[in-house]
């Protein structure tokens, strides 16, 4: 009965691959976000999806793509990847923009 | 330094003390939540005070919204050792910038 969930949890790859990660939540929410966190802890947002809508788009680098294919899925692709992308990327969801969100477990993806 | 900004950066305390953390803003913001993340995990909603409020309470948890100074107190009392885990807050701007995190503050309960 998990709210927000992510798979994989963990993801070791090598650089100038491309890889997915996907987020699901059950809570009906409309609103579902991607946030980048690295070494430092720092959390910063990449993208938010609202009813399909992409409503936040962070000068994030064109390799990182959002994808939902319906309003309870946010999954994020990214190509080419590059050291600089390892981080913890956490999906969360929330009822309305910007209100109290809910965080997925976080995954922690580690490019060699 | 950045939007949402906790201090300090690092609070270790005995079991039993209060624990106060702080954040400040530099924007207009409609509201300020403040999250919890235990180490390897994800974060964990504990409040939300809005601009029209002055002070919020949750079970050991007091909040303090100042928006004349734009600052924000976290006040954790009779602290536990499974308090420990960095502290994160969160503005909502009111212009319709992105919601922003600060770097957190990492909060150890000593037994």
């Known amino acids: 009965d998990t709210a927000v969930s992510q798979t994989p949890k963990y993801l070791v790859t090598q650089m100038g691959n491309d890889k997915s990660i996907k987020c699901e939540q059950n809570?009906?929410?409309?609103?579902m976000y991607w946030y980048k966190q690295d070494s430092k802890k720092f959390l910063k947002i990449m993208f938010s999806?609202?009813?399909?809508?992409?409503?936040i788009n962070e000068t994030v680098p064109n390799r990182f793509s959002p994808k939902s294919p319906d309003k309870a899925h946010l999954n994020l692709h990214i190509n080419s990847l590059e050291l600089g992308d390892s981080a913890v990327y956490f999906c969360a969801s929330s009822q309305e923009d910007v209100e109290t969100q809910y965080f997925g477990p976080g995954t922690r993806l580690l490019v060699l | 330094s950045q939007q949402g900004e906790e201090d300090p950066q690092a609070l270790s305390i005995q079991e039993g003390e209060n624990a106060t953390m702080n954040c400040s803003y530099k924007?207009?913001?409609?509201?300020l939540q403040w999250y919890r993340q235990n180490s390897g995990r994800g974060l964990v909603h504990l409040i939300l005070i809005r601009s029209n409020e002055r002070e919020k309470h949750s079970g050991r948890l007091r909040v303090t919204l100042d928006t004349s100074k734009k600052s924000s107190s976290l006040l954790i009392t009779a602290s536990r050792a499974a308090d420990t885990a960095s502290y994160f807050c969160?503005?909502?701007?009111?212009?319709?910038?992105?919601?922003?995190f600060g770097p957190g503050t990492r909060l150890s309960v000593l037994p």
């Open positions: 999806y609202n009813n399909k809508e992409l409503i």
């Open positions: 969160a503005t909502d701007p009111y212009y319709g910038q992105n919601f922003v």
């Open positions: 809570l009906g929410h409309d609103t």
């Open positions: 924007t207009s913001i409609n509201n």
